[in-house]
């Protein structure tokens, strides 16, 4: 691998990005972390948001984001072993995926965050967010032996967050690439569409 790296992280869009995330969430939870089926495959995959970085092209880490009333929940965290070694990107993959995660939340206007993590992983997640997740005192749990640690997080709104008058077309662009103009806004479209293209 060249020694300059370029890391790239974005929502996965299509099935193929789906499945890399799927197979690299399957070799660190269920391969190296020796989770069973039914911990790692929660029945939530099809009702959040997965992100994928990819190292040079190459699938390197996948982070399942779901989203709640008031809150995002970052999970699923998984990067794989030859990504782990050295830094790509500023901070490393982990870092840099998880990072990206939080700012794709507060740009949907999201700026409360819960977690679980190991407690071996706590002090990893503590610098996720700009260092705004902490433990929450008291409120360990297991899980089927695991002992696991809820963590919250809250950050300030960020300008141009997604809300109900960013405008129609805002709305209604490509999830993740609000900025761009999307297929409604095509100055040709109405002629395609009278060719018989789909709208």
């Not at 690439?177 to 060719?195: I, L």
Request: aromatic fraction near 12%; hydrophobic fraction near 40%.
């Amino acid at each position: 691998m060249s020694r300059n790296c370029r890391i790239t992280i974005d929502v996965a869009r299509s099935f193929d990005d789906f499945v890399k995330a799927l197979a690299i969430r399957a070799i660190v939870y269920m391969g190296e972390g020796n989770w069973s089926f039914e911990e790692d495959w929660d029945g939530n995959d099809f009702a959040g948001t997965h992100m994928l970085a990819c190292v040079d092209g190459e699938p390197a880490g996948s982070l399942r984001i779901r989203y709640f009333g008031q809150f995002a929940k970052c999970e699923r965290l998984a990067v794989l072993p030859k990504f782990r070694k050295r830094r790509f990107g500023g901070r490393g993959v982990a870092f840099e995926l998880c990072d990206a995660g939080i700012e794709f939340c507060l740009r949907k206007g999201f700026t409360r965050f819960y977690g679980h993590s190991l407690e071996e992983r706590v002090p990893f997640w503590s610098k996720i967010g700009r260092g705004a997740m902490k433990p929450i005192p008291g409120a360990e749990i297991d899980f089927a032996g695991k002992k696991i640690i809820p963590m919250y997080g809250e950050l300030p709104p960020v300008a141009g967050a997604i809300t109900a008058t960013s405008g129609h077309y805002v709305i209604v662009r490509r999830e993740g690439e609000w900025d761009k103009p999307g297929y409604w806004e095509r100055p040709n479209r109405d002629a395609q569409d009278e060719m018989g293209h789909a709208a």
